[in-house]
Nanobody, 117 residues
Framework: QVHLAESGGGLVQAGGSLRLSCAAS????????VGWFRQAPGKEREFVAR????????SYADSVVGRFTISRDNLKNTVYLQMSMVQPEDTAVYYC??????????WGQGTQVTVSS
């Protein structure tokens, strides 16, 4: 079992950049796929990006393609979400989650990202 903790959120102006980190504690972090999700006020949680345990495959929501990049450093037990050209609609609480099988069953506590126009 791993435990996840997000950091790096904050207030950023539209067009700016921010890097979120998801630090994992526990064993065998490299055995987990990791995803980033977000939830804006009054909206359902939505998928943002994910990276496979090998780090060789990534996927993104259409809304962030070309602006966000997910990466991981298994030696540091950390997954990153580099956010660029952020827009007010990117404002949300961002969560990272891990899975060994098909379901994400381990979640962090979330980090708030607020984009000002």
């Amino acid at each position: 079992q791993v435990h996840l903790a997000e950091s790096g959120g904050g207030l950023v102006q539209a067009g700016g950049s921010l890097r979120l980190s998801c630090a994992a504690s526990g064993r065998s972090f490299s055995s987990y796929d990791v995803g980033w999700f977000r939830q804006a006020p009054g909206k359902e949680r939505e998928f943002v990006a994910r990276i496979l345990r090998s780090g060789l495959s990534t996927s993104y929501a259409d809304s962030v393609v070309g602006r966000f990049t997910i990466s991981r450093d298994n030696l540091k037990n950390t997954v990153y979400l580099q956010m660029s050209m952020v827009q007010p609609e990117d404002t949300a609480v961002y969560y990272c989650a891990a899975r060994k099988t098909s379901a994400y069953d381990t979640w962090g506590q979330g980090t708030q990202v607020t984009v000002s126009s």
